[in-house]
């Protein structure tokens, strides 16, 4: 399957800073790019979807604000996490699709910690 | 809201043949589904996906019913690699994804 990885695997950052992760397709070109959160013990929890070139789509509850997508090109999208506080201490995930038939393929996942 | 149904947990001894139910009776005609699955710690891994025909691939099969209200992931050789939780997913073209809470699927030796 096609490859999709996410920068850094892990980053710990004191409350109050911004956090950047970036989640790049390696080997395909990614029309749309999927963020989601996964809580210890919890599912995966879709945030946001974006579409190459134009503003991402939020889910209900979560702060397009607080949460920044950008995807600037069909390979790389970023998800900053502004201002973080320690309840968005979490697990982000991306997946990216080529627009094949809804496949998705997942990044490896980024451990956000916020002291 | 997943439209699917998944047992909580399920044991397999290695080597045996791993079957995973999925529960989806209110799937519609232009729904797929899918099956993923995320070992601790990791991003989900795409393991097969089917429309009404049953699927092989080289790491599972899926068996889904004539009237596909319900289907069935099958591991023909389990393996302790293979304990992860497993998610069964049900999703038209043009929809987004929805996890439920899967099966957390232990591979004992």
């Known amino acids: 399957g096609a490859v999709v990885s996410q920068h850094p695997s892990r980053v710990i950052c004191k409350s109050g800073t911004s956090v950047k992760i970036e989640c790049r397709s390696l080997?395909?070109?990614?029309?749309?790019m999927f963020w989601y959160r996964q809580f210890p013990k919890q599912s995966l929890m879709l945030m946001a979807t974006?579409?190459?070139?134009?503003?991402?789509?939020?889910e209900q509850g979560v702060e397009k604000d607080k949460f920044l997508i950008n995807h600037a090109s069909l390979t790389l999208s970023t998800l900053t996490v502004t201002s973080a506080h320690p309840e968005d201490s979490s697990f982000y995930i991306c997946?990216?699709?080529?627009?094949?038939?809804?496949?998705?393929?997942f990044g490896p996942g980024t451990r956000l910690t916020v002291l | 809201d997943a439209k699917t149904t998944q047992p909580t947990s399920m044991d397999c001894a290695e080597g045996r043949a791993a079957n995973l139910p999925c529960n989806h009776s209110?799937?519609?005609?232009?729904?797929?589904v899918y099956w993923y699955r995320q070992i601790h710690s990791q991003g989900p891994q795409y393991i097969i996906h089917?429309?009404?025909n049953n699927e092989t691939n080289e790491m599972a099969s899926l068996i889904i019913t004539e009237d596909r209200k319900s289907s069935t992931l099958i591991l023909p050789h389990a393996t302790l690699r293979d304990t992860a939780v497993y998610y069964c997913?049900?999703?038209?073209?043009?929809?987004?994804?929805?996890f439920g809470p899967g099966t957390r699927l232990s591979v004992l030796p």
């Open positions: 997913i049900v999703m038209a073209y043009g929809q987004n994804f929805v």
């Open positions: 209110t799937i519609s005609g232009n729904e797929y």
């Open positions: 080997d395909f070109q990614a029309t749309t």
């Open positions: 089917g429309l009404k």
């Open positions: 974006s579409n190459e070139g134009s503003k991402a789509t939020y």
């Open positions: 997946s990216a699709s080529g627009g094949q038939i809804n496949e998705q393929f």
